[in-house]
């Protein structure tokens, strides 16, 4: 049998991780593995937050079966030396050997609390959603609520989301301007594919919702990041964008994802003037206006034949009602409507009734107090905990926080602390469009810990990791 040394030097991203050589002898090909890569990672060779190869690539350098590095990589988290994270990669965990400091709780064997995700809890909401539940058959027979909808129906619906456009947009909306969608990534999914050509080129911003990326990967969209500045969207970055070929713009003027920045008046009215005079769409996703009030002006009620809105009521809701809606010009509600008819048929009459029962005006206007009041005390209690790091420009009223982080933390790192310790957010790769690196900055949702006791400590814990950085880099590059 050939040995099977591990000695090459494996760049991973911006990780320079050098992998150790282990011995060949009558022990388990997966035993060895685990004991090399143990021995750098206690003498430090193996720096905290450093990114493993993955278990393919590994296998195929030393020449083994994916399943024996599998198997080699599951010994070292039993031994709590590394931490698998979804779709993220394996990272080096801290090796603690006393005099830690007491501003950093202790790791945990398991994430606790997920704040990767906009997911609001549902607590607050229960007596709400229980009781527009339990009056669905009341509101309309059996048969009729598991039946396709007939038109009659439709209109109702289309009737009541353009109320709710109204009321937490702003934007004076009719019936015949809505297109129902099953939520706002389907929403967007109806916009693209229906006002954007396969290979077309789409701007964004530099920094997005990574269903965008999702998407347009899915229908062979080009996305060309625009740069953002303390404003909102750069006007000669997005310029450069529609010289380069763009007709149409995604954007989220209203407490962006991820940056949760809110453009100003004047840069509303720039974008305006150039979607004018390029003759630009422009697709403006508004999923969490509803926080503000009063709302910021949207841009599509100065773009009436060019402006296409996307809402949705998942966040002000509950996100398993994936129910959302289109706005758009007379010129283009058809074909919309042909598109969700392609790719789903009708929306669900259960889940409509369901929204029915929660947008009626009192529950509306006490879901809505309700929203804005849990997130003024929530952002109250980031800025408390994370002010010195948080962006000046950065809006009160959004449910995520963009955090850049200070020297010498990188974004990797900092998530695999915080992991360890029970605490997971969001790495800046996913929000990133292009081949730009990835800013050093994580997006903390504020919105998805169940209480606020529970975003209080784990605000306090990042706290205690900015304040107290990894040591100097062992690295070499």
């Not at 278990?55 to 931490?83: K, P, S």
């Not at 004076?172 to 129902?180: D, M, N, R, Y």
Request: hydrophobic share 45%.
């Amino acid at each position: 049998m050939r040995p099977h040394n591990i000695d090459t030097i494996w760049q991973i991203k911006r990780y320079i991780v050098p992998v150790t050589k282990f011995p060949t002898d009558n022990r388990p090909k997966y035993v060895a593995i685990a004991e090399g890569l143990a021995a750098d990672i206690r003498a430090g060779r193996l720096p905290p937050g450093g990114r493993l190869p993955t278990q393919r690539a590994l296998a195929d350098e030393v020449g083994v079966t994916v399943g024996t590095v599998t198997r080699a990589y599951a010994l070292l988290r039993q031994q709590g030396l590394i931490v698998g994270e979804v779709g993220r990669g394996t990272f080096v965990r801290p090796v603690h050997r006393g005099g830690a400091s007491s501003d950093i709780p202790s790791p945990t064997d398991h994430v606790a609390l997920d704040l990767s995700v906009n997911t609001p809890t549902l607590t607050p909401l229960h007596g709400s959603l229980r009781a527009a539940l339990e009056a669905l058959p009341a509101a309309a027979s059996l048969d009729a609520l598991l039946q396709y909808p007939g038109e009659a129906t439709m209109t109702g619906h289309r009737r009541l989301l353009a109320r709710w456009i109204q009321h937490a947009a702003g934007l004076e909306t009719s019936a015949e301007q809505v297109v129902l969608t099953l939520g706002a990534q389907h929403a967007m999914l109806v916009a693209l594919s229906t006002l954007a050509e396969p290979g077309q080129r789409i701007a964004c911003p530099e920094l997005v919702f990574p269903g965008l990326k999702a998407l347009a990967r899915y229908l062979r969209l080009r996305l060309h990041p625009v740069a953002l500045d303390e404003q909102g969207l750069s006007i000669d970055s997005l310029e450069e964008a529609v010289r380069a070929g763009a007709r149409v713009l995604y954007c989220t003027p209203t407490l962006q994802n991820p940056t949760g920045l809110t453009w100003t008046a004047r840069r509303r009215a720039e974008v305006v003037a150039l979607a004018r005079e390029r003759d630009l769409t422009v697709i403006e996703d508004d999923t969490y206006g509803f926080l503000c009030d009063p709302p910021p002006r949207a841009l599509c009620a100065d773009l009436p034949e060019q402006g296409v809105h996307l809402s949705s009521l998942s966040k002000v809701l509950a996100p398993g009602l994936r129910v959302g809606a289109i706005r758009a010009p007379a010129r283009a509600v058809e074909a919309l409507r042909a598109t969700v008819m392609t790719t789903t048929l009708t929306p669900s009459t259960v889940t409509l009734n369901l929204a029915a029962g929660l947008l009626a005006p009192g529950p509306l206007a006490r879901t809505l107090a309700l929203r804005r009041a849990e997130q003024a005390e929530r952002s109250a209690l980031a800025r408390a905990a994370l002010g010195p790091w948080i962006p000046s420009n950065a809006d009160p009223r959004s449910p995520h926080l963009w955090l850049p982080l200070p020297e010498p933390w990188r974004a990797a790192e900092l998530c695999a602390h915080a992991a360890e310790r029970g605490v997971r957010v969001a790495s800046p790769e996913p929000f990133t469009v292009g081949q730009r690196a990835a800013p050093q900055a994580v997006r903390i949702s504020l919105c998805a810990a169940p209480t606020v006791q529970a975003l209080a400590d784990a605000l306090d814990l990042l706290r205690g990791l900015l304040r107290n950085p990894p040591g100097p880099s062992r690295l070499r590059i």
